[in-house]
Each structure stands twice: as C-alpha cells, then as structure tokens.
C-alpha cells in the first residue's frame, strides 16, 4: 500500500507564503483523486485541493486563488502552494490519495499556523 509522507508545515505570518509538499512511496498513475484536506479545531474538515484523474484540478472555496496544487512529472509528489495566508487557514494540512475505486490514504498531518 503506498504511504504518504507530508512536509513543509511551520508557522508564518498573515500574507506570507508556506509551500507544502506530499510524497508518495510508490509512483501513483492510476488514481481518482490526490490532494489535501485540512482540519482546525472545532472545524469540520475541508477539502483544500485536488487533482483528479483527468488532471484537472479543484479547490475550496476559501482558497480560490490563493493556493496552486502541481505534481512532478512522475506523479509521485503533490505540491501545495499557499499564498496570501491568513489566520483562518490555521489547521491540520492532510494529504490524500484516493485509489482502486475504494482505497483512500491519508497522510500524518503537517501543522499549518498563521499569526503575528
């Protein structure tokens, strides 16, 4: 089963930029979706990006056209560019894959804190 190891979580302050980055273990080319939820206490959790298998890619609401999701060229790495960072983008970063119609695995978590 492919693991997912996350890093680049930290803190920053508002307006500032944090770049986020999810390897897989094995090389991914068959999947429907990978990406990245998060989670702030007493928040539900939220998707934050994706790229789906047709290599589209979608974003929530609160971070339209502040964050970039990219992969590398061998779909074995997802990146997520976060600028413009703002107090309520505090919370748990959690990096996905969603594959073989029914498996989804989940990454550790990266803390993610913006303040001044």
């Known amino acids: 089963q492919v693991q997912l190891v996350e890093s680049g979580g930290g803190w920053v302050q508002p307006g500032g930029s944090l770049r986020l980055s999810c390897a897989a273990s094995?090389?991914?080319?068959?999947?429907?979706?990978m990406g990245w939820y998060r989670q702030a206490p007493g928040k539900q959790r939220e998707l934050v990006a994706a790229?789906?298998?047709?290599?589209?890619?979608i974003y929530g609401d609160s971070v339209q056209g502040r964050f970039t999701i990219s992969r590398d060229n061998f779909k074995n790495r997802v990146d997520l560019q976060m600028n413009s960072l703002e107090p309520e983008d505090t919370a748990v970063y959690y990096c996905?894959?969603?594959?073989?119609?029914?498996?989804?695995?989940w990454g550790q978590g990266t803390q993610v804190t913006v303040s001044s």
């Open positions: 996905y894959v969603d594959y073989r119609s029914t498996t989804t695995v």
């Open positions: 094995i090389s991914i080319f068959n999947f429907n979706a």
């Open positions: 790229i789906q298998k047709i290599g589209s890619s």
